[in-house]
């Protein structure tokens, strides 16, 4: 049936006489006209050869002409003289026996490479010095050849030398041996070296330091950007000049360390080297309130998935919390406290978010006999306090632009801050902290203040010095007979989880990372 269909249709348009007419023009060399089903097809061919032919006719493209801009090695010199370099190199190692470095040796090759004198022992231990206990001068040469040819500024080189193989960031792991050195080899921590057992708390609490404030993106990976953008490198170098390791604040002061350490001993009753909620709720006597410290354990901002399954916080948590809890004018440390208040991870604190922790403030308050302010009242301080961008919610980038985040956070879950506040005039707030020096953060008063009472502390009890003596001055003296001490009554401290072992919490912040 189909067949005679087809045949019939054939005779059909054989006979039609529009289509003969059009084969017959065809034929004399004039154009073939389709019938009108075709048309339509015909056109679009014969449009697509046309852009064809357009494209075919257009100038190369103007990209090429674009310099690079992106280097995440840094930016190559024009004039570095690679040659040179090797060479004072090589003259350096030909003063050691057998042309071999020794790791007390690499200060001087250090210097020969125009690197900082504490980049010694990541030279070291990137060149293979850790296996053999030395350096051979062709090894190093080699080494080093390679990064000046790769790596065009010190965060580049810096990366290069501390990071594992086939990675191009740096772990919290990635930092103990160039702290190990510091400790080793700093006037200023010269103490130390009769309390080995203590150097892995000191490492510990350096690297966190460094992660609070180099690692913007909380991703437990300091990258080449992050650590350019940091003054990390420029503290490191300031190592060798500052004799007095306290006067580095920033990340390497001993004191600081040692008021941390201090504030976690003191909550630590069962010595397990963690903490529980009940023990971290022992704080600054009972300020933080109960349900701040119920979103601190939620995993917000605490790392390690162990800890969190067994509901306790290691040491290297409890930096990030002290720092925090002291300093609430940081970005990390706003960001730290925004994570624990936005409960449903949109991004943005709502009203019932802020009234669910100002309740228990006004229970706390309740039971001390002061009247607390009702929440719409609180509520019309705080807005006019952020002046949020959009209406009904407060969102990271306005705590950010806010001079008076301390007292924001400090009138949601901490009692006894929010009460100093309510002592203070905000106007005379807020011409206090523009009048007081950049220099001196919140932190800084802090941790000097509680050194000094931690010290005089020590000095008046008598069961810090028994049975320990030691050619050390008054203030040495004091911090040795305080480690001796804790030693006593401590396990060795390991090293906490890093921070790429977390899965923290998504959010789609308003990023404003300077």
């Given at each position: ?277 009940k023990d971290l709720a022992r704080h600054n ?125 400090d009138t949601f879950f901490n009692i006894e ?98």
């Amino acid at each position: 049936m189909k067949s005679e269909s087809m045949r019939i249709k054939e005779i059909s348009l054989r006979q039609d006489p529009d289509l003969r007419k059009e084969l017959a023009l065809l034929a004399r060399g004039c154009d073939f006209v389709l019938p009108s089903r075709f048309k339509k097809r015909l056109k679009a061919f014969q449009q697509v050869q046309v852009q064809t032919k357009k494209e075919e006719t257009l100038p190369p493209s103007h990209s090429q002409n674009i310099p690079t801009f992106y280097f995440p090695r840094g930016c190559p010199k024009e004039k570095v003289n690679i040659d040179a370099v090797i060479a004072k190199i090589e003259k350096t190692f030909s003063e050691f026996p057998n042309e071999r470095a020794t790791l007390e040796d690499m200060g001087k090759v250090a210097k020969a490479c125009e690197c900082p004198l504490y980049w010694k022992g990541p030279l070291f231990y990137c060149a293979g010095g850790e296996r053999t206990g030395y350096v051979s001068v062709h090894k190093f040469v080699a080494m080093w050849r390679k990064i000046l040819q790769t790596c065009y500024d010190d965060a580049a080189k810096f990366v290069h030398l501390l990071m594992n193989p086939g990675c191009n960031y740096l772990v919290q792991e990635d930092f103990i041996p160039f702290l190990q050195d510091v400790v080793n080899s700093h006037p200023g921590l010269s103490f130390l070296k009769e309390a080995s057992e203590f150097h892995s708390r000191y490492i510990t609490t350096v690297i966190q330091r460094i992660f609070y404030t180099v690692n913007r993106s909380w991703s437990g990976k300091i990258t080449c950007n992050e650590l350019r953008k940091s003054n990390f490198l420029q503290n490191v170098a300031l190592l060798e000049e500052e004799a007095d390791i306290n006067q580095l604040t920033e990340y390497f002061s001993y004191e600081h360390f040692y008021v941390i350490y201090c504030k976690f001993w003191e909550l630590d009753t069962d010595h397990d080297l963690y903490i529980d909620r009940k023990d971290l709720a022992r704080h600054n006597d009972h300020a933080i309130s109960n349900r701040m410290i119920e979103r601190i354990f939620s995993g917000a901002v605490t790392r390690g998935r162990k800890a969190q399954k067994d509901g306790k916080i290691s040491y290297a948590d409890f930096v990030w919390f002290l720092i925090s809890e002291e300093d609430k004018k940081t970005p990390t440390s706003i960001e730290y406290w925004f994570r624990c208040m936005d409960l449903d991870g949109d991004g943005a604190l709502s009203m019932y978010e802020l009234e669910y922790f100002y309740e228990e403030q006004c229970q706390k308050l309740d039971n001390m006999a002061i009247e607390p302010l009702p929440f719409e009242d609180c509520l019309c301080q705080m807005l006019d306090l952020v002046k949020p961008q959009h209406e009904g919610k407060i969102t990271l980038h306005d705590l950010k632009r806010c001079k008076l985040t301390n007292v924001f956070f400090d009138t949601f879950f901490n009692i006894e801050k929010y009460l100093d506040h309510e002592q203070k005039d905000q106007f005379s707030m807020l011409r206090d902290g523009e009048g007081e020096s950049p220099e001196v953060s919140d932190w800084e008063k802090y941790a000097a203040e509680e050194y000094d009472i931690l010290v005089a502390e020590e000095a008046a009890s008598d069961q810090w010095n028994d049975g320990y003596e030691a050619e050390l001055n008054p203030v040495d003296h004091q911090k040795a007979n305080v480690l001796k001490y804790q030693m006593e009554k401590r396990p060795f401290f390991e090293m906490p989880s890093h921070l790429a072992d977390v899965d923290l919490d998504e959010y789609d912040y308003e990023e404003d990372f300077e």
